[in-house]
């Protein structure tokens, strides 16, 4: 197993400290009340291999909505991951609206992408007193800094939508669009996904906070 450089243990808690989300843009329709009661389904549009990811996302939205103090519920336990397939819109409102479904609010994972990053080797700067006062310290320091291979890391970059829609107009009330970077495991992601879009939804009046939890 190859031993990390400081270089290469710093660039990696780098990388670490970037794996987040981030909203890029939102949207909200004017003049349009925010949404203070009624039963919410959260619906995951993400295929396989992601499966996990879609459980864990849609169960945080879940949990942070019902916080609110809404009613809310997730399509993939409420249905499984196959609900609305073959399904025309007539058959699929009816089906949510039988759940008594008043609001849907959807994840949709847009795209993902694959990034190939490279870790240089052993490249770091010493006081000038350290290395070159003896000569194999200056020899082994400049040895190091030249001939010791880099690496390449592969970091994984998701972009995602959320949509608000009203079930008994069926008209959009609020969207936004994020991006993920490389989160370690599909439980941070749903975490910090879930949390992001929620505190977003009522910062921007299209929940009502009262009573969040943190």
Not at 82 to 93: G, P, T, W
Not at 104 to 115: A, D, M
Request: some cysteine; aromatic content about 14%.
């Amino acid at each position: 197993m190859k031993k990390l450089s400081w270089t290469g243990y710093f660039l990696l808690l780098l990388l670490m400290a970037c794996s987040s989300t981030k909203i890029t843009n939102w949207w909200k329709a004017e003049n349009v009340a925010p949404v203070t009661k009624g039963k919410i389904m959260v619906i995951g549009l993400i295929k396989e291999p992601d499966r996990s990811i879609q459980q864990n996302i849609e169960n945080q939205l879940v949990s942070g909505l019902q916080n609110l103090g809404y009613s809310a519920m997730s399509s993939l336990q409420e249905y499984g991951p196959k609900a609305f397939n073959q399904m025309n819109e007539e058959a699929a409102l009816r089906k949510l609206r039988s759940s008594g479904v008043d609001a849907v609010l959807t994840i949709v994972l847009l795209n993902k992408q694959k990034e190939r990053n490279y870790v240089a080797g052993n490249i770091y700067y010493s006081p000038y007193g350290y290395y070159s006062n003896r000569w194999w310290n200056y020899n082994m320091t400049l040895y190091n800094r030249i001939y010791e291979p880099g690496y390449y890391v592969v970091n994984t970059r998701y972009f995602w939508e959320s949509n608000l829609f009203d079930l008994s107009t069926q008209k959009l009330l609020y969207s936004v669009q994020t991006q993920s970077f490389d989160p370690s495991t599909p439980e941070s992601l749903g975490k910090e996904y879930g949390t992001l879009i929620i505190e977003n939804m009522v910062k921007n009046g299209a929940l009502v906070g009262n009573g969040m939890k943190r």
